[in-house]
């Protein structure tokens, strides 16, 4: 691949993140018709169609209403929607550039026709066609079919960071990590929720059991989990974890690092006779397997005690290991 191509396919991955994490709020029916353009794009880029642009350079798209009414949305939603989408802004951040636009400038629908003609910004063509490269028609599916628009924005974050942990031994993990202040800014928290309570309860948690019963029944290849970081009394960070299919079905590998983690604790530290060291391995057991991105790296932090380190400071170093690095 030479220089140019990767350097373009870059800049159109950076383009669907910055998409992804722009700040805006738009309702259920707003975000549906927001994907139904966006995947009539990628259809016409997929299928090399041409599209038409204004004298003034904005993207002249003809929407199918077939593609709306299969978002569960009827005609008067669909007005609403778009209506909505022309008024709103969406704000979004793209290196040091900061763009602030409405979605679509305008729409026309004759009665009787088959189809909308949606004008959007051309300053927002790039990200369009980066997002719609990049959200397969499963992804749309899955959109969809997602209740909340809370939800469907933890979906695309669980997207975006699907294999980004870094471990080379969890190919199937993803992390990211927003303060308080910052989900509330993306998400334009600030009057609606004023109390972090009602976040957790509104936002994070109903998010989170919604994508895990998608995920659960199948109709969707992951879903994400969080970890509350307090300081000053409050929560100032939200560690996220993202799962994906293959993650729980769970690899040969995995099971052979518990596997040597359960067994290294339990003769360091002599759990046989001592029945409170045994308590506390369960725990640590538990734990990593509650988030399985911890299981390599401390098979590999327990391997390398193992090499390394004599008997006699093995227990000392692993629980120490552990109670710093693994457990909070």
Known sequence: MSKTATKTASNTIAQFHALIQARYDFSLVEKRAFYVIINEFGKRLTERIGVEMTPCGDLELRVSTAGMLKANMGLKSVYDALKGLSN???????GDKTIDSCFIAHYE??????YIDVVVPTVLLPYITAFGQHFTAKRFAVAVSIKT???LRFYEYCLQYERNDGDPDNAYTG???LTQEELVHKLMLEEKYPRYSQIKDKVLDFAYREIKELYDAGRCNLYFEYREERGNRRVEKLHFYVYSRKTK?????SIEHLTFINQSLNAWLDADNRPHNKEWISGVIAHVKRQPR???RLYRGLLKLTSEESD???AALARHLIEEKFLD
């Open 88 to 94: 709103k802004s969406i704000s979004i951040v793209d």
């Open 109 to 114: 629908h004759l009665k009787r026709k088959m």
């Open 149 to 151: 628009k809370y939800s």
């Open 175 to 177: 992390y990211f990590c």
């Open 249 to 253: 079905a769970g690899d040969k590998s």
């Open 294 to 296: 911890l299981t390599a």
């Open 312 to 314: 006699e400071y093995r």
